[in-house]
């Protein structure tokens, strides 16, 4: 019996990805939705939001809550680390206006 355990543990972290997965998916479903109706006639946009949903559900561990750390005396992350967490999902936004963009002299 003792010898079954490894694998017990493996297939009970297994199952807890799945359902974080599967959970994440169910959560953002709807808000990628939204956007997805916004720029239904930008495809690039329509790539863009399927690689943001499919890193998303991959990386479900970045959105929980992390434990506190242990002992007490151990420093928390600064926060710029923990603002990098989600980094790639930052967008760079360019705006054109047609007729007036003019070059600065």
């Known amino acids: 019996m003792m010898d079954q355990v490894p694998r017990w543990e493996r297939e009970r972290r297994d ?14 479903a709807d808000l990628i939705e939204e956007v997805r109706t916004s720029y239904r006639d930008q495809p690039e946009v329509q790539d863009y939001l399927d690689a943001v949903e499919r890193d998303v559900k991959d ?5 929980l809550p992390r434990p506190a750390p242990r002992p007490p005396e151990a420093a928390a992350p600064p926060a710029a680390l923990e603002e990098g967490r989600f980094r790639r999902y930052q967008v760079k936004v360019i705006i054109e206006l047609w007729g007036r963009l003019r070059p600065r002299t």
Do not use: G
């Open 59 to 63: 990386n479900t561990e970045d959105f």
């Open 15 to 28: 199952t807890v990805r799945a359902l974080d997965r599967e959970t994440t998916a169910l959560a953002i």
